[in-house]
């Protein structure tokens, strides 16, 4: 029995190291599922009259994708839908900055443009900028 007591006590020691180095590792990566389902809001600069703004997270082969649908009314184009889609390049529980392209049908303005978005995040709603090579404004969304 006393031969066994000090191999019983190294057992529980090393076990308890590895419990606290486990415990006291790096922190858990951020939930990056928050933005799963559809925000609506609006997009603001000053070539637009009224916007309409509806966008949808999902994940796809891994990546988390989004799909965008505006009803806006442009200054020089009058009312237009504009659509553009592309993937979650950055994602914290505070932010998220994504990269896409508004589809060929979005207008002389817009179609075929890379597009960025840099939002930050508040409770349920999403503010920041949005920027083309030709243009950059603001947005708002809230979840739905």
């Known amino acids: 029995m006393t031969r066994a007591l ?3 006590l190294l057992l529980l020691v090393v076990g ?3 419990a606290l180095a486990q415990s006291s590792s790096t922190p858990k990566a951020p939930d990056e599922e928050w933005p799963l389902g559809v925000w609506e809001g609006a997009h603001r600069d000053i070539s637009i009259d009224i916007d309409a703004t ?3 997270f999902s994940r796809e082969d891994g990546r988390m994708r ?3 649908t ?3 009314t442009m200054r020089r184009e009058g009312p237009v839908t504009l659509s553009a889609a592309g ?4 994602i914290s529980a505070s932010s998220i900055e994504m990269d896409g392209r508004y589809s060929t049908e979005s207008g002389r303005d817009l179609g075929g443009l890379s597009v960025r978005y840099v939002l930050t995040r508040t409770d349920n709603t ?3 900028s949005a920027m083309t090579s030709r243009s950059s404004g603001s947005v708002t969304l809230t979840k739905r």
């Not at 993937?87 to 950055?90: C, E, G, I, K, Y």
């Open 66 to 68: 989004w799909r965008m």
């Open 87 to 90: 993937f979650v390049t950055q």
């Open 16 to 18: 308890a190291a590895a």
């Open 54 to 56: 509806r966008c949808e």
């Open 126 to 128: 999403l503010a920041g």
């Open 6 to 8: 000090p191999l019983l």
């Open 70 to 72: 505006r009803k806006t």
